[in-house]
């Protein structure tokens, strides 16, 4: 990404800022990091998309202040056109930190820390002991709150220019698929298939949304658990299911797809796979179909649970969809089931702006699951798929 | 890295636990994370080599037993040839942590939580919340220690599997600084001299050390700072200096070197220069002759900083060395003065098998800072240069 495209991104996510901090009741938000190479804060590509060394504070104010507090070496990497302020120290951070504190007096300080959202979580362990060392002498160290609904709105409701990353990455996605189809044929391994989606990876110049080494997964043929696993020597047969997980990293936003592919000519597919097909199928659709500002994640969830169940096959162990942003997982809103795992993030609200996936599985008794995965953007009223809904079984008939 | 190659590295890594363990006096060493690719545990690639998306616990005991709970869809990612047991569940991590520990009965407890060492705080405060939360019921609660002392010998010890790789990206990126002797010449941009640089880092198939837009840090003439600033349009001039700061990854370890350029003849370097090169270069060797197992970092801090101020230059702002693993910043114990920003890293004790950067500056009235940076591991009787150190400027006279 640009400099110049970098910091559009900063100006609009910084923009939304004040108005959040107002919404959710916080005065002041803290960034607080150091070596983010090592223990990076998931919002640090939005506040400043750069790594910062030694410890240092970001602070926004719910009047539109914005100030960084760096090690003098890190002085260059804060963009001087996003921020108003940047302070730099050499000894130690703390004077400066309580003496911009007593300036702005904040009633409420927003931290990094967030037992179920892992996006809000960013705050370490030893850095919030630090953090309060240093605030031990003021009456700020009372007033940390978590900074977890700011967050998760922040990083939820998408840009404009955040929007057009996520159409690029959907789009480039898609693409590999079409191409996947003129590559695809009986008698290749997983590993082949894998090794051919990188090598295209490479030359359009996109990354991994996750680990290279799952990305894609590749699940050929009915003895494969999908999950986070490693393409395989296995190898497409005809009559046999091909299953993909694929999605790519472009301009620093993610894509999160799952296509189903089956060897052999339409007319060939078997009853019980066209009923998974179909079932998988209406699920997302009605769930789409549901999916609009103000409902709960979990509600979400329930109409393609419901769905699942009232065809007859068991529920999927996993959520119907998660957010897709800067990660193919993104934190925020979860549309899931209650389960503990996934703590309180299926109550969360959705909203207009949200990128989620819509994701799940049956099983078949001899040809394996059947699972896709389609992105979609929350508008004003309901939800724009931003991938293709898959509506058959792409059939490889060679 | 090939999946062989990775789990090697796990091998040699998991067989320090049991002994460092007891040094340190913890039972059980709890690597607790979650969602790694957006909040990674800096540990997690020496133990584990995979990312995990669901809340996971591995657990090491100083009796040598290796245990990973994992979220079902991650159970694939645990190398069973490294781990003695892989627990998968599917709702709720909550149960099957506290029936673990139970069998296990610890006294003590490590989690990875650090005020001062950035690689031993990979635990974020949200997930520490929820593991007192999950062992609240149970006496482990109360048993929870940092596992500092743990992570900085288990780091630091560089295996020679580690080793190996470091000396490689050492070696290559010396390589490219020779390249960069036929390549320089008057009037080039500090970015034409980046891309130069990015373009051969790209043919050799490695990564960057940190990030790219500040690596190498390219620095031409005497107006610019060194910092983690990007290349400018800065040009390169007779009778200036060019500065580099520049690190490569290869196999998952990093290389750290600085080099100074001057263009003219050696026999036009300027007095002050050299009076400044022949300082910082004797700095460092002084420094090396004095590192040895058992000395404290900030001694070795105080040997170079003693002698540039005995030169009667001003002390440099940063400290002297920290140590190179998988990171250019790889945390431990620092080489460093005993400032408030440094916690107590300085105090920290050397040992055989660390690797440190030397580095430090000096200011010239009219020519720049002159800065170099070596890398050395600790060996049992004193250090060996990893790099070759600058004996001369590099006069590049075209």
Known sequence: MTTHATHQLQREKLDQIPGILREVGIDCWLVWVRETI??????LPIVLGA????PSALLFTASGERTAIVGSFDVDVVPADVYDRVTPYTEGIGDVLRGELDRIAPGTIGINESRDDVAADGLTSGMKALLLEILE??????RLVSAEGLISRLRGRKSPFEQARIR????????????LDGFLAVGQTEIEIRDFVHRRM?????GFAWQASSNPAVDAGPNKAFGHGAPSDNRTKAGHLLHFDFGVQSGGYSSDIQRMYFFGSPDEVPAEVQRAFETVRHAIQRAAEFLRPGVRGLEVDAVARGHVIDCGYPE????????????????????GPPWERYGDSPEGIVEAGNVFTLELHVPTEQYGQVS?????????????????PQQTLRCIDR
Do not use: M, N
């Open 38 to 43: 090592q223990t990076p804060d998931p919002v």
């Open 51 to 54: 790594d910062l060394v030694w």
């Open 137 to 142: 002498p003021t009456p700020y160290a009372k």
């Open 168 to 179: 690029d990455a959907v789009r480039i996605t898609e693409e590999i698929f079409d191409e």
């Open 202 to 206: 490479a030359e359009l110049g996109v």
């Open 316 to 335: 999927f162990a996993h959520a119907l969809g998660h957010q897709v942003g800067r990660f193919a997982h993104d934190g925020g809103t979860l549309l």
């Open 372 to 388: 896709l995965e389609e992105d979609v953007l929350v508008t004003e009223t309901g939800c724009e798929f931003l991938s293709h």
